[in-house]
């Protein structure tokens, strides 16, 4: 199995989970979304990962490489393949299901936990999930017909959804301290626009609860997939 990444920006990148696919024995590949004649043609059990960005899909009707992204994506939910997408990447799947995306008025930055689906948690055998996650996003979207929710914050009544070929998420479970720290470096403007009226700590890359948010997601993200890793990681 392959993962084919969609990346938006070269600081927004697939986190740990270039680490996941070493304990699955996949593959991971990058590829530029801003050049839609370099993408791959999807193959045997390839897995479409589209990652964050600054961009909005509000910016599509202006934005010919996104517009060719869309359908890349269209193409490939079509074709069965499982498809994960990750802030802009849920966002843009929220769209192709068919809901419009929105901007917040003050921007989710920073750790905050989330009121999870109960369903999602059955689904995906999850007991413990009383944990931090990490926000950077600035749009939200309504449930897409056909979909089930993951959950909700004060700011942001749908933090994801899912079905049998997808798995969208608004916040970030892939992040690394690492990345974390390059998201406040190239986009600290942000942070000013971030909403401080409800309870949410700062954007920091805390390192207890980066691997918090791994150790949770890695096994939710096996059963999507359907692999299974020999060991944890560290």
């Known amino acids: 199995m392959r993962l084919i990444c969609l990346q938006h920006v070269w600081y927004d990148d697939a986190g740990y989970l270039e680490e996941w696919v070493k304990v699955w024995g996949c593959s991971l590949h990058y590829f530029d979304a801003k050049e839609p004649e370099q993408y791959p043609e999807l ?12 961009m909005s899909v509000m910016d599509l009707p202006d934005t010919e490489w996104m517009q060719k992204e869309v359908a890349y994506i269209e193409k490939a939910l079509q074709h069965g393949y499982k498809v994960i997408g990750i802030c ?6 929220a769209h192709i299901h068919g809901t419009e995306v929105h901007t917040l008025p003050k921007y989710e930055m920073g750790w905050a936990e989330i009121n999870w689906d109960h ?30 929710p993951l959950g909700k914050t004060d700011l942001t009544p749908v933090q994801g959804f899912y079905t049998d070929q997808v798995l969208a998420f608004q916040f970030h479970p892939e992040m690394t301290v ?23 700590e700062e954007p920091r890359a805390d390192p207890g609860f980066v691997e918090q948010s791994h150790n949770r997601f ?3 993200l096996e059963k999507f997939l359907g692999v299974s890793g020999e060991k944890k990681i560290d």
């Open 43 to 54: 193959e045997d059990e390839d897995v479409l990962v589209v990652l964050g960005g600054p």
């Open 88 to 93: 802009l990447g849920s966002q843009l799947l």
């Open 119 to 148: 369903g999602f948690l059955e689904d995906f055998d999850v007991e413990d999930m009383d944990i931090p996650m990490f926000h950077w996003h600035s749009d939200l979207y309504e449930l897409p017909e056909c979909t089930k």
């Open 218 to 220: 890695q096994p939710i």
């Open 178 to 200: 690492k990345g974390i720290q390059q998201l406040i470096d190239h986009d600290h403007q942000e942070i000013e626009q971030r909403d401080t009226s409800v309870e949410i």
